[in-house]
């Protein structure tokens, strides 16, 4: 296939930047396993994400579309549990915790060699378990656990559903608006669009993928988390409404796949510490409705006024990720 190297047909980067903040990021200690803090939030988050574009978090694999039940020939797979579509645990969490990366002073959790000389130093991730960024802090770094746990998403259907996916490349990464100097100047995210691009059976390379409107049930389980640590996990869910916004997973962003919409559907919360420790079962009793509602907004209130939220990258990152999507799929090379 051949490509013209003019600047003429390349289609407009379907991805923007939300740039690091000038300070570097302030590294402490995290608060610990060992116990639960009475000062601090522990719960579990209900969720429900609702598929808005054609969703592929792939597996890697390939298999043959007879043993799928489908008359094509190969399709690339997702992860599916009894036969029901499922978005790993891991996916979910890589998502939100590198919105948090750019909404907090911290480091990135993954680099590659590619780039490493290219980051900032002060921008590599954490490798002292002492001195975490506020992102590490809370999920994790290495000889660190974190203090969220992401469970697998199942999805309420199981029946076969196939896209067609042309084919993608790298993007520009060399384009100058993302470097200062040779230095990245921040992380970069794909917008959400209104809908995806389907180069049909003859063009396109089979993927198996959820579809628009498919659900998804999961549960996030925190311990030990400030009110502001919570509020901007709440805010990257899109619970705000004065800052509506989805999450991107999965395979095909550029394209304007992988944009899902969350629901709290309830909240188990319970500051009885005490009875955690002389009870089998965990006495969370479960809010919802407009107590839950209150809860969401105390939190997020409390990460407005907290200086944990940098302002002006959770507004770079709320104009990107908006939902409902203004931004239509690139049709040419990007």
Not at 94 to 114: F, H, K, Q, W
């Amino acid at each position: 296939m051949t490509h013209s190297s003019s600047a003429n047909d390349l289609a407009p980067k379907p991805y923007e930047m939300v740039s690091f903040p000038k300070d570097s990021p302030r590294l402490a200690r995290p608060v610990g396993h060992d116990r639960y803090q009475r000062n601090r939030l522990h719960g579990t988050l209900y969720l429900t994400l609702q598929v808005q574009t054609a969703l592929h978090v792939s597996t890697g694999i390939t298999e043959m579309g007879s043993d799928l039940g489908s008359r094509l020939p190969l399709i690339k797979t997702m992860t599916t549990t009894d036969r029901q579509l499922v978005i790993q645990g891991s996916s979910l969490k890589g998502c939100i915790r590198s919105a948090y990366e750019a909404v907090t002073n911290s480091t990135l959790a993954v680099i590659t060699s590619r780039y490493r000389d290219k980051i900032p130093s002060d921008r590599l991730p954490c490798r002292d378990r002492e001195k975490l960024c506020p992102a590490s802090r809370i999920f994790g770094a290495m000889d660190w656990q974190g203090l969220v746990e992401f469970s697998d998403s199942k999805c309420e259907k199981n029946e076969l559903s196939v896209g067609f996916m042309p084919s993608l490349y790298s993007p520009r990464s060399e384009c100058r608006t993302y470097f200062i100097g040779s230095r990245v100047a921040g992380r970069k995210f794909y917008y959400n669009m209104t809908s995806v691009i389907n180069k049909g059976e003859n063009r396109g390379i089979p993927a198996q993928q959820a579809s628009r409107q498919y659900k998804f049930k999961t549960v996030i389980q925190y311990k030990n988390l400030l009110p502001e640590e919570l509020g901007i996990v709440l805010l990257l869910l899109g619970q705000d409404p004065k800052f509506p916004m989805a999450l991107k997973i999965g395979g095909g962003k550029p394209i304007g796949m992988g944009t899902m919409t969350t629901v709290v559907t309830a909240i188990a919360h319970s500051q009885d510490v005490r009875s955690r420790y002389r009870e089998y079962e965990v006495p969370n009793a479960q809010i919802i409705g407009s107590e839950m509602r209150t809860f969401i907004e105390k939190q997020m209130d409390a990460a407005y006024q907290s200086d944990l939220l940098e302002k002006v990258q959770w507004q770079q990152l709320a104009t990107i990720l908006k939902y409902p999507a203004t931004h239509e799929p690139p049709e040419g090379m990007y």
